[in-house]
């Protein structure tokens, strides 16, 4: 069976390597913001002389890694306000599928890649039921013949986030690299620890799920965008700082590598003309902040769910875009939006979907991922690291760029960046630029 781009070579449907029995997980506040997102889509590159020998490998360890994480092969249902698995018939959707384009080499360069090419790669979510439950996730693994294999791996933002997600792909990768269980396996052997299902441990006295449900039903729909020329197909780029370089950002702002990054893909976008409204006095910026640290009582790292909260940064366009310092200026606002958040994490958490909607008019820059989840260093499925891993899903909210750690283990950070192709061009010129010019930054 053919579809666009790639030859279905099997559908299968994966449940969880028993004893798993039927459970129910209540959502909580952190995770009801997300009920009416979408999946967050990554692709994860590696090369392989055999990819097809992978195939049987996969989808022979991935019960291993879901009787860890079961709940992804199973539902949620808004009206119940739960996820739920059930031992008698769910199960996750893995995808095992060949490429029909000789483009692998392509994919996996750090250049403008065309998107058009990677869509094929990323796994569909089955259709709601009629109950309006959806499923959490899906797979896909997809072979080019003699060049590598791509595993596609879809995941719904009200199930967990991107922490819990990557930790998913790591024990999978464990497991594959293991051929079997991972209960008892040799502490050698770099296991991920076990994920923490009990979304009791989220404190709510406050019945922030119920006050953030009842904001989200108030909510109007965003007014239809006027209908114009179709846009240029976008690409997608990776552009690598280096410690180094992410050192002399950071100057004497005593930034993190996050608040680095970020501040630079900023000043990059608005200059390029590609976020932010043309001629606005503020422009903004919008990122999720990881939580469990940070609430009290605290979450552990494993926590299987969503634990983030929105940070929202405004700063004057002029000192980001017009002569030198702009990138500091842009740091500063990040980092002083953190300082802020840090003083009451919780605080105003009932309004914050509403602000979140109030500053989507202003086209916001937002950020997915972190160079803190190891993509690159903890998913090695027993044939090498990834050369190239891609958040896809960045795609659908533009003026969104992705953050990882650098695939080569030095230290550095990886952006990711979707814009029309013209764009890019202006961005990448201006990435450069601002590395060079030290006075900019």
Known sequence: MAEAGVRVLERLRVPPAPPCPSADLPITFFDAAWLFTGPVERLFFYRHADPAAALPLLAASLPHALARFFPLAGTLNPAARCLSYSSAHDALHLLLAESQEDSFDRLVAAGPRDLSLMRPLVPALPPPGKDGAFALAALQATVFPGRGVCLGVSVHHAACDDASA???????????????????????????????????????????????????????????????????????????????????????????????????????????????????????????????????????AEYLG??????????????????????????????????????????????WLGQVMSVLPQRPMSVGGSPRHGVYGGTDFGWGAPCRVDMVSIEKTPGTVSLAESPDGQGGVEVGVVLPPDIMEAFASCFAELLDDKKSV
Request: hydrophobic share 40%; with cysteine; glycine share 10%.
């Open 166 to 300: 990557t930790l998913f792909v790591r024990t999978w990768a464990a497991a594959c690299r293991l051929g079997g269980p991972l209960n008892g396996a040799d502490p050698s052997q770099a296991v991920p620890p076990p994920p923490v299902l009990d979304r009791s441990l989220v404190a709510d006295p406050d019945d922030l799920l119920g006050k953030t449900l009842a904001g989200m039903s108030r909510l109007a729909p965003p007014p239809p965008q006027a209908q114009g020329p179709p846009p240029p197909s976008p690409v997608i780029a990776s552009f690598a700082l280096t410690r180094d370089q992410i050192d002399g950002i950071k100057g004497a702002t005593h930034a993190s590598s996050f608040v680095a990054a970020s501040a630079l893909a900023w000043v990059c976008l608005l200059r390029s003309r590609s976020a932010g409204v043309e001629g606005a006095a503020r422009s903004h910026m919008l990122f999720s902040a990881e939580c469990r640290s940070r609430v009290s009582p605290p979450l552990p």
């Open 306 to 351: 969503n634990c983030l909260r929105p940070c929202f940064v405004e700063a004057a366009t002029d000192e980001l875009t017009g002569g030198t310092g702009g990138v500091a200026a842009a740091a500063a606002a990040i980092g002083s939006a953190i300082r802020e958040m840090e003083r009451g994490v919780l605080e105003g958490a009932e309004g």
